[in-house]
Structures are given as C-alpha cells and as structure tokens.
C-alpha cells in the first residue's frame, strides 16, 4: 500500500483546467425548472388554505352539534323529569282521580286546574290538560283551548294501555296548524295501581322554546343552520324552521333516495363530517348525528362556498405574487447570466492563483474538522490501496499513518458487528456504480467508539489508475447519534406521561351499602368483576390518611345535609399499591319519605392534574422573575439615553436663548425637537412597559375637567392652525366640573388622540366631546369622543390599531412618523381607569375615537379651589443669588448645570461624587443641593442618609436635597424619598422646570 501524504491532502492539482462557460440552454432550462417550482408552490399554498378552512368549519359544526345535542337532551331529560314529578304528585293524582268521578264538581275542578297552572309559563308549557281514557278533554288550564289533536289521543290511549309516560313527538295541530310536542301520564287507580282511568297531557309549543335555541348560530355566518330531522316513512322529516325555507317544520320530506343530502344520510345512519347538497340543491359541510335516546338526528351545515371563501379571498394574491416572482426569476437569471459571462472571461486570468487558495483553505479545514475525507484505488477484491487520506481520521480514532499503512484498509478499524455492513457498501459501489452512504462505528485505539456517516462516490478517472478509484468522506456523527438515543427515549417516557385519565362510573345502593362499577373505574381502582363491592371494600381502597375525613365528610356533609358529594382524595389501587388522586362527584336519590335511598356519581383520575399545579406555580415563579428583568433592563437604558440626552437639550435650550442668526435657530430647533421626540419614545416604551408589569399606580388627586380639556386644547392649538384645521371641544353641561382621578394619565390619552388626529388630517377639523355615560352614589362614567376628517383606517387594520408598534398603515411610518405606541399606550390606560377605548373609521373620511373612564365624586368637603391645575410658570427666579451645591460626574453635565444656574443668577459650586458633597457641606453654607444619584466613590443615595444622619459633619443636616437621575421609573421616585431626598427631577431637565423646582424649595426653606 502506498502511504499517504503527509498533510492530507491531495497536492496534484490538473493546473491545465479552466473555467467553462455556462451554456444558455441550461439558464432557460433552469428558468423552466424554477417557474414551475413557483406555480406549484401556488397551487399548494392555495390548496393548503382550502384544507385549512374545511378543518376550521368542520371543527365549528362538530362544536355547535355537540352544544346542540347536548341542550336538546337535557331539554327532553327535563320534560320527562316534571312528567315524573307530576305522576309522584299525589295530590295532583288525588284531585284528577276525584274529579274524573265527580265531574260536575267545581271544588275539586279549581283545586285541580290551580295545580296544573302552577307548571303553565315556568316550566315552558303552554297547556295541560286532563283527559279520559278515550282521550276526551274534561278540563285544561288554561280553560277555553280547542279538542287534543290526533296524536295527543293515540298518546293518551298508549298510556293508558302501558300505564307509562308517553312522549308524543312533534305534530301539527289540526285547529290551529301550530307545532307542539307533548308528554302524556297516566292516571291510575287509586285502589289496585293496575288501571289508567284518565291521563294529564303537558304540551309545550316548541317554536317558543326549542326552535329558536337550535335555529341560532353561536358565531358570524352568512349560511350556517341547524336542522333538527326524524325519519317518516321513506322520507326524512324537517322538525324546525329553516333560514332559507319558510314553513318548513314538519312540511319539508326529503325522500331517502336523495341520498348526497346531509339530512338523509343522518337518518340513515351515517355520522360525522359528510358533505354534500342540502334541501336547497346547495354544495354544504354537515355534522350529522344520532340524537341518543331520541328518534332526532342533529345536523348542522354549512355553504361550502363560505367554507372555503377565506382561500379564495387569497387567490387574487397568489396569482399576481406567482407572476411577479415569474418575471424577476427570469430577471434575476439573465443578470446572473451576464455576470457568470463577464466572470468567465476575467476568471481565466486568475485560475492558478484561484486553485492555490482553495487547496490552501482546504488543507486548514482538513486540519481543524472531526469530519475526514479519503481515496482509495480498488485493483483487486483483496488489494485496496488508500493514497489519500486526511488528518482528521487519525485525530479521530487516535491511530498514526504508519498503524494504518500496517492495517493496508481503515475499514479493518470498523467494529466487527458493524463490518459486514461497511464492506457490503464498498462492494455495492463497485458493482452498481451509484453513489452510496451507509453509517457505522469506528474502534478508537482507545476502545471508545465513534459513529461516522461515510458517503463514497466512484471517480471519473477511475480507468486511468489501473483499477477503480473510490473518494469518500466520513462525518462523525457520535454526538448526533447520542442525542438521538436519548430523544427516543424522551418520546418514550413522554407518551406514556401523557395518556389521558379517564372517568370511571358507581351506584351506591345506601340502605344495603352495596355498590356497582363501571371497567373504567375498575381499572381506576385495580380491581377485577370479584373484588366485594361493599362499603367496607370501597373504604379499603382510601388511601389510610383519607379514610377518617372521608367519613366523616360523607356522614355529616352528604348524608347528613344532604349535599352533592364533591370531593379530592387519595386512593390506593388493588392490583399494584399505586396511589392515585381521584376527583368523586355525586348525587343523592331521596325515597318519598326523604332518607336517601341512593347515590350516582363518577371517579376520575386527577394524579396529572395535580403535578400540574406544581408545574404552574414554578412557571408564575419564573414568568415574574422574567417581567422584572426586562423592568430593570428598561430602566438601565432609559438612564444610559437620558444623561447624554439632558446635556444635548439642555445645550440647545441654552444655544436658543443666545443670538443666533435665523439659520442656526432653525438648525438649533432641529436638535431640540429631535431630542425631544427621542424623548418621548423612551418615555413611551416605559409606560408600555409599567402598564404591562401592572405597576402603574392611578392618582386620586382634585381635578378640574375643564382645566384639563382647555390645556389640551392650548397646547394643540397652534399645531391645528398652522395646518389651517378647525379643533373645537365641548362639554356636555351634566358632566360634572370637578372630580377624583388622575389628570396626568387622562391628559395624556386626550393628547394622543388629539395629537394623532392632527398629525392624519390635512383639512376639515377635529372635535372633540365630553359626556356622562353613568352614574353611581360615588363614581362618575365619562364619554369622550374624538372627531376627525382626516385619511381615516383601513378596515383590515381596525382589529389591530391598538396593539403595540401598529399603526392603520405601513405607509403612515414613513409619511408622518410614529411608532405606534401611542394608541396602545392610551387604551391601556383607560382599560386602568375603569373604561374602555374603540374607533370606527371610513377610509378617506376620517375617524372617531371613543373612550370612557371612570372617575370618584369629589367629596362634599373638598374646597373648590383644590381640583388639580398642573403647573404654572412664573418667569421670575426666585431666591436669586443663592448658593447651590451640584453634585453631578458627567462632564458634559455638569458644564451644563453651571451654565443654567449661573443664568438663572445663582452662585453654584459643582462637585463629582458624594465624598465631596459631605466636604463641601461641612466647609461652607450652601441653600440647596442637586444630587445625582449614580456616582463614583459614594452614589446620591447614601450622601443623602449621610446628610440627614444625626452625626453628620455638615453644617445644614436639614438642607433641600433634590435628586437628579435618569431613571425614570415610579420606583426610582421613592428610593430617592426613602433615601431622605426632598424632590425629584428626572433627565433631560427643563429650564422652566428646574426653575419651577428651585423656587419652590428655596422660597419653603427661605419660609
């Protein structure tokens, strides 16, 4: 065997190779390839969104039958319950049985129709009547009703007959052609029992009660309809009225040879999703169904063209996409085209070099790959020679080239079970030819084992090297090949963890305490047909911490008050000892004279459910600790923005207030504005962010709504009128001038509404309106709408305007800017203050925003004069001449304080940490200091405690101490007051309201 080389790789490079150039024939070809793969994928996206809508409709008709059937057997269960009720009624049976003796007594007619009207409107029947055997009417309440109808006679003379309860389904009525379904009980004998001398019939008028429940539809449809149908004869019979039938309950007959109408096929036994032509030749999706214990069958349909409308809605899409993708494919494949040609031609010039660099790139990532590649030549059966074989293969298996030299093939290296498989691959090569992939281990010279894919492929100059040539690549795929081992057995434990439990049934006889069981409890129980079913068998499958409180729960809750049995325990089964949760419910069954007789009810297993309690708490846990990261996250950049941010506006609003040329005012606004706007956005993302995490606290200061809407107004007016728009607002005069609440909060939802409607209209005006919605003794509803004539929302996007970065149009971002926080922001809010927010908009004619809020009256005592006002600025400065101590060790910020306040006239001293404010406080008198709060050495926070302690070496422990940060957050707030600070002002800073904030603690201190 020839030894490999040295670096492992193949250094015989055919330098007399060049590029060829592509032939055009193969673009057109790819062209066809690839339009055809865009007109499939088309055809299967369009096809996809059909089977999707015919399993979403499907879904929606199995849901409404299974609603349906359901209210229609307890309806029917609840008829045959009062039929019961009424033949127990032993004075209801008394009295009739008199009066069918003694007819012409008025005594005993009063007392027995005042009985029977006690069931009249309550219990949704419309008559009841006493009959005889012959099914003569001898009283009804109420009094003055026509003869029983036909079947009603045939019911009562079946009754009769049987001495049982008969239900006489729904007929038409031959006096007033109206649709009724009655229940007949007997009358018997009040001596023997074996007679019927009469019968009392219950009629209900089901166009009432019944027709109208299975006639609605629980969603939006155009075609969706329940039908209720039984079988007559040869035909299938409509009981109900229909939405596209008129008089169609027990008029309409299918004949049952009509065998693609949905109807027919139920009555023939079919159940499930059919589809087919309805009673009106119409394509429709059915649910059909048995109604059990009923000669009714269920079904519910629907059109199939409104089935499948939602696909075919795309289809308008799918075509233009299809044709535009078309057209820039065979775009795209004539420029690669031109590109590959011009690439040709200067390619030529740069093979050598070209072919160094892959060869040199290759060698590096046969170095570094676990993956290894090799060739062999195959002579003879017995002879292979490898004359190439990377280093990767011996970093793998931990073998040198001389070992495998010795070895004459690496194949000798497989693992012997493994071997016959590896070298059947290389004899299939050889013999078909085709390329072939097989995967095996590896013995490492260590004895570990390594799983590798090896692919070979035969080489074309395989006649040239006196034999055949074999290249080949081996991956290592040990790793893959763990996980997938331990994925299988993932899946294996999964399936068997998640099996549904199941819900076992009992009757317990109580006077013998024997009882009777269902498999499915049995299983539950681990019990076989043998196990003795008594109370005793029953109390030893209670797990024996259970079994006193579940005696004693039964004794004095279920027997002894008479209670549903509702309870959680803990079982032990038979078969194996495992404990189980079970979930029992249960109902009491009296006898006449009230000691319970019997008791129903159902076992279910709910170990699951249990462990997923668990489950849930530790994912709260983990969901909090999330939210609260992202909090602080939100707080640390809304800081890293804002100091740079208070230097650039601050800055500027001392650049206006020099002489500029108009130029640099523009320029000087620009900056200002755009700090301002970046400003905003911060300020909106974290309110988003509070009211997500739930902790935005309301205020419930004074307000003035008039205060508020006039300054919403004031501040928006000059932006209407530079657009030459008309913004006008009322106030309806039962709105009440002063209420509680949070006029922060409720001028920020009018500002964004308003602000929007500004920014979106471009003529006409916008109004806005304030009425009382509601009342209570101590709260107030109030209605705001906003009007515009703006560019209004296109309908698609109504449903998604108020979530968070939306807004009515892509294009609207680029046009008037936002990021569609504002609206989420405002609805949030007024979902907080006990309200709600909605739009209505035409597209082209403008929008209106309603929202409500809900505020606290304002107490009798309250003087008028408290109601909130906002702040007033002045214009004077206060205190001047003052000395101030700054403590800020941002540079930039601190040339910036210096600037204001020495404008503002004070005398200012600037320090950079919280050491250095103590020194300066203990060396000189100052009047008030600003404190940042994020320092070097010493931070505000603990400055502040140092100051306000008792043995600090200050000369004023009681100086106002206002906090300077740029966190913005509630929190941040009170941890500057907790720390002893007297304010708050929060970065960038104002010069109005830094000067607001001085006059108010100096002119306090100076007090």
Known sequence: MQPPTGDGAHTEIDMSLHPRETSPLLFVVAFVLLAAAIVATGVYVYQNGQKDAWDKAAHELGVVADLKTAQLLKWRSERLADAELISRRLSIARFARQYLLHPDDRQV????????????????????????????????????????????????????????????????????????????????????????????????????????????????????????????GDDALILNELHFARDAALRLRIPLTRREVPAVQA??????????????????????????????????????????????????????????????????????????????????????????????????????????????????????????????????????RDELNERGCWLHYVHPDDFPRAIGQRRQLVGIGAKSVEEFRLVAKDGSLRWVRNAMELCADAQATGGKRIIGAAQDITERKAAE??????????????????????SLDIPSGRWESSEVLDAIFGIDADYERSVSGWTSLIHPDDQRMMADYFADEVVGRHRRFDKVYRVVRRDDGAVRWVHGLGKLEFDQDGPPVKMLGTIQDVTAEKLAEEELRQAKEAAEAANVAKSRFLATMSHEIRTPMNGIIGMTELLLDSGLNPTQRDYAEIVKTSGEHLMGLISDILDLSKIEAHKV????????????????IALLALRAREKGLLLEATIAPEVPPRLLGDAGRLRQILDNLIGNAIKFTEKGGIFLSVARAGETAENVTLAFSVRDSGIGIPADKLTVIFDPFTQGDDSANRRFGGTGLGLAIARQLANLMGGSMSVESVEGEGSIFRFTVTLAKMPATTPPGAATRGPEATGKTPGKGARILVAEDDPTNRTLMHLILTKFGYHVDIVGDGRAVLQALAAADYDLVLMDCMMPAMNGYEATKAIRSRTAPVRRPDIPVIALTAYAMAEDRNKCLDAGMDDYLAKPLRGETLQAMLAKWLDKDKN
């Open 109 to 232: 007619a009063g007392q027995l129709r005042e009985l029977l009207g006690q069931y009249l409107g309550q219990h949704e029947y419309d008559q009841l009547r006493l009959l005889d055997p012959h099914g003569v009417t001898l009283l009804s309440a109420p009094d003055g009703r026509p003869p029983a109808s036909m079947p009603v006679v045939r019911g009562v003379a079946e009754a009769v007959r049987s001495r049982q309860i008969v239900v006489v389904d729904f007929y038409r009525h031959e006096h007033d052609r109206r649709i009724y379904f009655t229940l007949v009980i007997p009358i018997l004998d009040a001596t023997s029992g074996r007679r019927a001398v009469g019968a009392i019939a219950l009629r209900v008028e089901p166009e009432k009660y019944l027709f109208p429940f299975i006639l609605r539809w629980p969603s939006s449809s155009v075609s969706a309809e329940s039908l209720l149908v039984r079988r007559d």
């Open 267 to 400: 009555v023939l036994g079919k159940s499930g999703i059919v589809e087919g032509r309805d009673y009106r030749g119409v394509t429709v999706l059915a649910d059909v169904r048995l109604v059990p214990e009923t000669p009714w069958f269920m079904v519910t349909r629907m059109d199939t063209a409104e089935v499948y409308a939602p696909a075919r809605s795309h289809l308008w899409l799918i075509i233009p996409l299809m044709a535009a993708l078309v057209a820039a494919t065979a775009a795209i494949l004539f420029v690669i085209w031109r590109q590959q040609r011009y690439a040709f031609l200067q390619e030529q010039q740069r093979i050598s070099e070209a072919l160094h660099v892959v060869e040199e790139r290759y060698r590096i990532v046969s170095r570094i790959s676990s993956d290894f590649a090799y060739s062999c030549i195959i002579k003879t059966a017995s002879e292979v020679v490898i004359d190439w074989m990377t280093e990767a293969f011996f970093s793998l298996t931990g073998y040198s």
């Open 485 to 506: 081992a331990a994925l299988q057995a993932s899946e294996i434990f999964l399936r068997e963890a998640q099996r549904v439990g199941s819900l076992g049934t009992y």
């Open 697 to 712: 606290d309301l205020a419930a200061a004074p307000l003035e709504l008039s205060a508020i809407v006039d300054g919403v």
